[in-house]
């Protein structure tokens, strides 16, 4: 290992001599010490002088009048944003744990560890290489499934099954300690007809559906674990959507292609909700920052929200 450790005050020299302008040492030491250099560089890099000499290189120096501030302004701007994704992403999941729940449920109380009930590639196609050969996907999610019932023992309505019916608990009570990832997986593995009910709901169908959890189950562990949202790539993408002009404008490896499904799936779930009102005026609070460093269309924001009939 090449590199060595610093204490705060050499990392904010170091900084310094790279051209970063620090208007304020005890704020940004103080940064420092509680966010961390690591965490922040990943908010500074776009702030970097580009290497002319090799394309998509960045040298250690930064661009003429870059300050700390700057820095500091967008961290708390991305963190805002993650915030709103996990208030968008909460009122969903709650949503569509009582899709999952009240479909599979009519069909049965157990619906969820019975083969039958689901996709047959996802309950009884057997995996044929890998570390989980001979399995199936259905099993495998059951082993995740237990794990989470195990955790949650404690929990009164957990511990009342448990002791008097026998440790049967049926999926509308189970689904309450799924994790959003789990929730997905199941619905992934539900009959198409099945799928198709509760993607009809949001106007799209069962393979469209299914995506978005996947995509939104990316966006959530991407908020949760405190990572740099705002111009992150990624990588468990969803189809492009052509609902109207604007969403054709979208690009769908940037978050703001993924707010714009929160945002529809909002309008059915609570149409009444201003979090769309919330969002629009946190989109007015990024910072002011050089020319050229970083800019929301970073963000994927191509379209403008004010004539979009889906945020109004």
């Known amino acids: 290992m090449s590199k060595t450790w610093l204490s705060f005050e ?85 949503a569509v744990r009582v899709d999952i729940a009240h479909t599979l449920g009519k069909k049965d109380p157990q619906a969820h560890e019975q083969a039958d009930k689901l996709d047959g590639n996802f309950a ?46 049926p999926i509308w009570v189970a689904i309450e300690v799924w994790d959003f990832g789990c929730m997905s997986r199941l619905y992934a593995g539900m009959t198409f007809s099945d799928k198709t009910i509760i993607a009809k709901k949001y106007g799209v169908n069962a393979k469209q559906f299914e995506q978005w959890l996947r995509s939104m189950n990316f966006i959530r562990n991407t908020s949760a674990h405190h990572s740099r949202l705002w111009n992150a790539n990624i990588l468990e993408q969803s189809a492009p959507i052509s609902f109207d002009s604007k969403w054709s404008q979208l690009v769908n490896y940037k978050p703001f292609f993924y707010f714009c499904i929160m945002q529809h799936m909002l309008k059915i779930i609570c149409p009444r909700s201003c979090w769309n009102q919330r969002f629009k005026s946190l989109l007015k609070e990024f910072p002011s920052v050089p020319e050229d460093t970083v800019k929301l269309r970073d963000f994927g924001l191509m379209a403008s929200l004010e004539d979009w009939r889906l945020w109004q």
């Open 10 to 94: 050499q990392q904010l020299a170091s900084l310094k001599s790279k051209g970063m302008q620090v208007d304020n040492e005890e704020l940004a030491t103080s940064y420092l010490e509680r966010v961390g250099y690591y965490r922040l560089s990943g908010y500074w890099y776009p702030f970097r002088q580009f290497d002319k000499k090799a394309t998509n290189q960045r040298l250690g120096l930064f661009v003429a009048d870059t300050h700390f501030q700057h820095i500091v302004d967008l961290y708390i701007f991305d963190k805002k944003l993650r915030l709103l994704a996990m208030d968008a992403l909460e009122r969903i999941e709650m």
């Open 124 to 169: 009884k196609k057997v995996i044929k290489k890998g570390k989980n050969k001979g399995k199936t996907e259905h099993q495998l999610w059951l082993v995740k499934h237990r794990q989470l019932l195990n955790r949650a023992r404690k929990e009164p309505f957990i511990a009342h099954h448990n002791q008097n019916y026998h440790g049967i608990v």
